[in-house]
């Protein structure tokens, strides 16, 4: 028998009216300590690795919208002026931590190791989710917004409970906030004091819908007072600062410390997908104003103000992304590999007598057309 | 030979599985200390400890989505839905990840989860306790739907459904949980995806799963009396449907009743109509009919007689079942009983 009383709880720590800065708007060290708080700018090779990751991501980025544009991809969700939200939280991960991604999080997922175009597989159609995620300890992009991060919660439970020190980051959006599983995910993880860091990634745009209709909340990092979780905010354009931030509650988490909730204010200066017209909801004012704040010319102002960077190490950076750039174009253009068989093959562990049926129904309209010339078989 | 009941077999099933595989695991709401409020997870967190069998956040959605990262870290959850209808904020992450991520992933992931749902009515209970939720779930391919009818197969076909490399969804019929037979565990009877004749006969079939079974056996009972010869089939698994054992039974019958509490309207009973027609429709003798809940939202304990199928409706039924037919298309049959224009009888 046990008692409905509980230990006294110590009340989380109320995150900050101000993000959490490192590198202020100018790419200078922040100097105030009250916006710092406590945390230090990461080591050069850190600041580094960022920069360079967030070039190439910025690239891969392009590319991607460009092969929307030209209706080789389905759709593609522009990750574009939230490049240090991913690759800052990314780059913060252990080698067998997990990331869950949604499907806006392209950028995080090549920063993760991911071949850029099995990152690509779900928004060209050739099937949903294309790469292994036990390999890269990626989870499938998300779509129904929240639902993944009780996935978070669990394997990293199932993970405590086989003595690994497994951690999660999971992505969100701002708008994925309002949905209950974010709820739900976020109060497992608190009572199950699971090793599982929320990244909420504030862009103040769910589609067309602004941040104040979405939540009344001092900060979305306020949320997460409710649940007895440590909550911060900070500057999503400074990768510095989402990098100490993450990395920072992902070591909290692994020893125990508990799940750890972070807004990261940014801006989605792109529309939410190359179908969007954001012009019937938002200034274009207010997306300059953003894209002045870009967190790649933040980050390269800092290196090379402190003699961290010069020309050609940049170049060294371009080069690698339009590499990167060239063979996703490349292997892009050639067509896809899947069959109607594929269908089948997975929807149980061994196809049911019904679809093996339907299996041999579809590949004989597929031989039928293939000898006729045609689907309706030259009818 | 020991009478057991439905629950018991349950039970006895998860603490042989417990035992049998340490990455089984089992929570949801209330199965720790208390056991369930039908007692299913009885002495299991105390035998197994808090790690194996324990209490969740009272929210569905959160303990499927859990489990489904658990399995993806290679545990093998098994999880309650206290209620039928409790269940429905679990929807999404049913529907959406735990039919979709072997798919998803072309296999790369596979989510090797049993969720045990309490379902159906009968038992006295106020609202939002009955529903009969078993059409939801069948429509989602990538899940395996099962429901079994007696205390043996509810111990074997749990033991499958934990070992199974698909998510399960295992629909227990509520009001059976205490019905007793004689039967010695552990014990193993049918794969769980294929349905048993449960009664032969040679003048009509009469279709049912979980909790009608038992309902169809009293009707063919009695059918027995007014000298007609019924053959029960229990499906057991919804999905996939094992059309080989159904129109095996209906060829040789000529003859079909579909029997199960929820309401027809869209229910299982169409889909089970639709294959024996197709499959079976130079035999059949007559339509196949269906017996089912009303086409209304789960009346209230003092009037849920009234919905459920009985041993009556299923007789009913039968009788129309043009035994006298000289059948002409496009008109009436010679000798058959006044048509009426519900569907159900």
């Known amino acids: 028998m046990t008692t409905s009383e509980a230990p006294p709880v110590a009340v989380p720590t109320v995150p900050s009216a101000e993000p959490i800065r490192l590198i202020d708007a100018e790419g200078r060290r922040t100097a105030d300590p009250a916006v710092r708080a406590g945390f230090d700018l990461p080591g050069p090779d850190t600041l580094e690795a960022l920069l360079r990751a967030m070039v190439v991501g910025r690239r891969f980025d392009g590319q991607a919208g460009a092969l929307a544009k030209q209706g080789r991809l389905a759709v593609y969700p522009s990750s574009r002026g939230q490049e240090a939200c991913q690759v800052g939280g990314v780059l913060a991960l252990a080698e067998n931590d997990w990331l869950f991604p949604t499907y806006r999080d392209c950028v995080s997922l090549v920063a993760r190791g991911v071949d850029p175009v099995e990152v690509l597989?779900?928004?060209?159609?050739d099937w949903h989710c294309g790469y292994d995620p036990k390999a890269y300890r990626c989870a499938p992009q998300c779509t129904p917004l929240a639902t993944n991060a009780s996935h978070a919660v669990g394997l990293t439970y199932a993970a405590r409970r086989k003595g690994a020190d497994t951690a999660a980051l999971v992505l969100m959006g701002d708008g994925a906030t309002s949905e209950g599983d974010a709820h739900e995910a976020y109060n497992f993880a608190a009572v199950w004091n699971t090793p599982v860091v929320?990244?909420?990634q504030n862009n103040q745009w769910a589609i067309s819908v602004p941040l104040h209709k979405q939540s009344a909340a001092p900060t979305l990092a306020h949320k997460a007072v409710g649940y007895g979780m440590r909550g911060y905010l900070v500057d999503g354009n400074d990768a510095a600062a989402v990098h100490a931030v993450v990395a920072h509650a992902l070591a909290e988490a692994r020893s125990g410390g508990g799940p750890a909730l972070i807004e990261a204010r940014t801006y989605r200066v792109e529309p939410h997908t190359n179908s969007d017209d954001p012009k019937r909801y938002r200034d274009d004012a207010e997306v300059e104003r953003w894209r002045r704040r870009d967190p790649l010319a933040r980050l390269e102002a800092l290196?090379?103000?402190?003699?961290?960077?010069?020309?050609?190490?940049?170049?060294?950076?371009?080069?690698?992304?339009?590499?990167?750039?060239?063979?996703v174009r490349e292997r892009l253009s050639r067509p896809p590999r899947r069959t109607a068989d594929d269908l089948f093959a997975h929807v149980y562990a061994e196809p049911t007598a019904a679809l093996r049926r339907q299996r041999a129904a579809v590949r004989e309209a597929a031989e039928h057309a293939e000898r006729t010339g045609g689907p309706d078989g030259g009818r | 030979m020991a009478r057991t009941t439905l629950g018991q077999a349950l039970n006895r099933a998860l603490r042989d599985a417990l035992a049998a595989d340490p990455d089984v695991v089992v929570y949801g709401e209330d199965v720790g200390p208390l056991g369930g409020v039908f007692r299913v997870t009885d002495g299991l967190s105390a035998e197994f400890g808090e790690d194996r069998c324990f209490d969740s956040p009272l929210a569905e959605s959160g303990i499927t989505g859990t489990a489904v990262g658990m399995a993806m870290y290679g545990r093998r959850p098994v999880i309650e839905m206290q209620f039928d209808a409790f269940a429905y904020p679990a929807f999404q992450q049913v529907v959406s990840h735990v039919a979709k991520m072997r798919n998803r992933t072309r296999g790369?992931?596979?989510l090797p989860l049993v969720i045990r749902i309490p379902y159906g009515g009968g038992i006295g209970a106020v609202e939002h306790h009955g529903d009969s939720s078993e059409a939801y779930y069948a429509h989602t391919p990538g899940l395996r739907v099962v429901t079994p009818a007696t205390a043996a197969d509810g111990y074997s076909m749990l033991r499958e459904a934990v070992e199974s490399p698909d998510p399960v969804v295992f629909l227990e019929p509520k009001r059976r949980y205490w019905a007793a037979e004689d039967v010695e565990l552990p014990a193993r009877t049918e794969p769980m995806d294929r349905a048993v004749v449960r009664r032969e006969g040679s003048d009509l079939t009469i279709i049912a799963y979980g909790p009608t079974v038992d309902t169809a056996l009293l009707a063919a009972e009695a059918a027995a009396g007014e000298g007609r010869s019924a053959?029960?089939?229990?499906?057991?698994?919804?999905?996939p449907f094992d059309d080989e054992t159904v129109a095996a039974s209906v060829r040789r019958t000529g003859r079909a009743v579909v029997v199960h509490e929820a309401p027809g309207f869209a229910g299982f009973g169409a889909e089970v109509a639709a294959r024996v027609t197709e499959q079976c429709f130079h035999y059949l003798e007559a339509p196949v009919m269906r017996v089912c809940g009303l086409d209304i939202p789960y009346p209230p304990p003092h009037l849920e007689e009234f919905h459920l199928p009985g041993v009556d409706r299923i007789l009913s039924a039968v009788d129309r079942l043009q035994w006298e037919s000289s059948w002409v298309p496009g008109t009436a049959p010679v000798g058959a009983p006044e048509q009426r224009s519900e569907v159900n009888a």
């Open chain 2, 231 to 239: 053959e029960v089939v229990d499906l057991r698994s919804l999905s």
């Open chain 1, 303 to 327: 290196l090379r103000s402190e003699g961290l960077l010069d020309d050609a190490r940049m170049a060294g950076f371009q080069d690698e992304a339009d590499r990167l750039a060239a063979s």
């Open chain 1, 198 to 200: 929320f990244l909420i």
């Open chain 2, 108 to 110: 790369r992931l596979e």
């Open chain 1, 121 to 125: 597989t779900l928004l060209r159609g």
